[in-house]
């Protein structure tokens, strides 16, 4: 397969291409702003070849789809961040709703068919219709931030294009995926982050963190995507697929696992922001159509990715 990935020099797009390499027999190209690979992903220079451009520009991305003849695209690029969501919403509308409709746009005008999976969310849903019960594909959508919102909007146009268009697409929403090298903008990474810091001496042995109330359904990153190219194997186009363990757990479990797990005694230290907006509270995913699909199930248990997420930033911290 010739394989385009947008968001390749991302979180999740750095294991979803160390998945692809390990599979063989592919050849992978990225979409870059910049077209350099980050220190953390420089190792994956020699697997996947960048091509600079952006996304909303539709004649270059254009041209990219021309180049590259991408058999599948994984559309991974997008604005990530719920909490600064609320802050630059215009960021979060513009880098998930119109850089995917401009994405699409490329490819009807390319004349080009790739199968396409988009990546959403599963924060798409918000509240559960039924109080601690699991959102399945036909949950209703009651986004609570801008990110998650935009999001939405993302996935029903994709939904849109697959129907109106008739683009090949295939979405899959995400529940909270974790792993090493994510940015610690993210909870659990923050968490691991400050106590590596703090193991070697370069903060005081405190976590500092927020409310640690909410539940949530966390699968590591390299399961995750496991099941993208099973996905364009076997999905139905037009059709969602929740990806997730299908099960949550409490913040602040999370933390209490990751400081029993630390080298030295650590306090935690909580300090709620008064005018932070509220989080869904909980998040539990119905999996049973991806399984049911793919045959896709999680393989890594929980202690292993938290394990691996506090070695890898205490790599960090020693560097």
């Known amino acids: 397969m010739r394989i385009l990935i947008t968001g390749i020099t991302g979180f999740v797009g750095g294991h979803l291409v160390e998945h692809l390499v390990s599979l063989g027999g592919h050849a992978l190209f990225g979409v870059s702003r910049k077209g350099q690979w980050p220190t953390v992903l420089a190792h994956l220079a020699p697997q996947a070849q960048l091509l600079t451009g952006e996304l909303r520009d539709v004649p270059r991305i254009e041209a990219i789809l021309r180049e590259v003849q991408p058999d599948w695209i994984f559309h991974l690029a997008g604005y990530a961040n719920t909490g600064g969501s609320f802050r630059d919403p215009e960021r979060a509308w513009s880098e998930n709703l119109t850089a995917t409709r401009a994405l699409y746009d490329a490819i009807v005008r390319s004349g080009l ?21 699991p959102c ?3 949950t209703t959508l009651k986004p609570a931030s801008p990110y998650a919102a935009s999001k939405a909007a993302a996935d029903l146009v994709s939904y849109q294009y697959a129907r109106s268009a008739e683009l090949d697409i295939i979405r899959v929403r995400l529940f909270n995926q974790i792993g090493p090298r994510q940015s610690a903008d993210f909870a659990i990474a923050n968490f691991a982050r400050q106590i590596a810091a703090a193991e070697v001496g370069k903060q005081p042995p405190i976590v500092e963190t927020g409310d640690l109330s909410a539940k949530r359904d966390i699968t590591d990153v390299r ?13 139905v186009r037009g059709e969602a697929y929740n990806a997730a363990r ?8 999370i933390l209490d696992r990751l400081v029993a797990m630390s080298r030295i005694p650590i306090q935690v230290n909580v300090r709620i922001e008064p005018g932070r907006k ?11 159509k991806l399984q049911a699909a793919t045959g896709w199930r999680p393989q890594i248990p929980l202690e292993q990715s938290l394990a691996d997420i506090l070695d890898y930033w205490r790599m960090v911290a020693r560097s």
Not at 125 to 130: A, L, Q, R, T
Not at 223 to 235: N, Q, R, S, T, W
């Open 136 to 138: 399945d594909e036909f």
């Open 223 to 235: 399961d995750i995507v496991a099941a993208f190219p099973l996905l364009l194997e076997k999905g």
């Open 278 to 288: 509220a989080d869904t509270a909980v998040t539990r995913a119905d999996v049973r």
């Open 246 to 253: 299908g099960d949550s757990y409490r913040i602040q479990d």
């Open 113 to 133: 068919k790739p199968r396409t999976l988009f990546v959403s969310t599963g924060l798409i849903y918000g509240e559960p219709d039924k109080a601690d019960e």
